[in-house]
């Protein structure tokens, strides 16, 4: 157990770690991607939802 916690150690430092610039230039891609599939499947989901309105009998 200890041996495996010190390899996990040993590879942790040899990960390359984004500098700040990076990782907020990130964030906000992420961000604004989960925004606009948020809302691209909203409008999708509107308009369907509309469409089963105008079928009659319901």
Same mark, same amino acid.
């Given at each position: %157990? ?5 390899? @996990?150690? !040993?590879? %942790?430092? $040899?990960?390359?770690? #984004? $500098?700040? $610039?990076?990782?907020?230039?990130? *964030? &906000? *891609?992420? &961000?604004? *991607?989960?925004?606009? @599939?948020?809302?691209?499947?909203? @409008?999708?989901? /509107?308009? &369907? !939802?509309? /469409? &089963?309105? /105008?079928? #009659?009998?319901?």
């Amino acid at each position: %157990m200890f041996k495996f916690f010190s390899n @996990v150690s !040993s590879e %942790m430092k $040899k990960v390359s770690w #984004p $500098k700040r $610039k990076e990782l907020t230039r990130y *964030t &906000i *891609t992420v &961000i604004s *991607t989960v925004i606009f @599939v948020a809302l691209f499947f909203t @409008v999708i989901d /509107l308009g &369907i !939802s509309e /469409l &089963i309105r /105008l079928i #009659p009998g319901r």
